[in-house]
């Protein structure tokens, strides 16, 4: 099997399993009892949370909460904030290069009342500094842009965006780091809040983080019992939490070398697909290198992604979360492409642990299968 699908979701470490399991056979009681067995549970994902805080090196400026994925902490982060602060101003700031989970968020509090600005996407996939500077004005509270982007794999500039939020504003400033974590570093001085999910990072699924500047006041969106302080009630998974913090730290301890692995695949897969009439590379020069994203010229997308996974080659046609509805990529509309363009992208993602010689065998096997399908 060749796996070129890492953006959608890693491969969780051994190591992780084995935390997860070990925890789950041994330490199964319910961090919020009041036995011993509990309080026990409850130290150890006490734990978990400081590893990851100093793992990502949040240097104690935050406070952590364990969700069920960057969904659910995007979702309480954009709602959570802008319902606590609507009095202090309406106007919120997101890009047209957001997840979904970020987007509906922002569709939901228009319904609500706010006026929502959805900054344009340059060519690169990126925002525009100035067109951010001329929205912000003292009605803006809350701005949202994410760190990478999953489909094409642009860096946005944050620690800029950071900057302008707090200079020309009273609002603060979210990023959605799913795919930024584990890909490329990040300098948290520059964030007031962020999300990110443990199945992007060698974790696994249906945990994320959000964390949140101490002295930053939210909303919650869930209501019930006490734990995580009241703020995000349901008992804890503490095994999986345990297991986000091995993941990060063999995710993180790796990222030079994955990167530099990254780097080689993106770099050999570029060379033979740029200069090609059939094809046109969507992802940025400067991007993140484990994502490319390449547009079919002539062929049909879905068709081709087919043809590979019969051969056991896994790439997407666009990100997993919205794979299964009709139309293109908004992403690839939003950087100025066609509409056809739109929905023949294919997106390959790595995490740098492939083995060698992959990507020639990528190749081989991508030409094989483009070379039987009509064009279109
Ligand atoms: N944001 C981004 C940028 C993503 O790529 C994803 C996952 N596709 C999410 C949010 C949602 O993450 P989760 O699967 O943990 O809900």
Redesign the pocket.
Known sequence: MIYFDS???TKPYKEVLETFNKLNDELFANPASSHLFGSKANTYLEKARNQISSLLGLNDRFNLYFT???????NQAILGYCRRHKKEGNKVITSSL??P??TNAFKELEKEGFEVIYLNSSKEGTISLNELENALDNKTIFVSV?G???EVGSIFPYREIYKLVHSKSKAVFMS?L??MIGKEKVDFNYIDMF?M????VGGL????LLGVVKGINIDQIIYGGEQEGGFRPGTVNMPLACSLATALRINLSSLDERRKRAKEINDYLRSKLDNNPLFEIASPIGGTPFILNIILKHTKASVLVEALSKREVYVSTR???SSHSEGGSSVILNMGYSEFDSKNAIRMSFNGLEQKGVEQEFIKIFFEEIGKIKSI
């Open positions: 953006a959608a979701t069920s994925g960057a969904t659910e902490s995007n957001e997840h989970s970020v994410m990478v982007n999953n959605d799913t795919q999300s999910s443990s199945h992007k699924k249906s945990l994320g990100s997993a979360c």
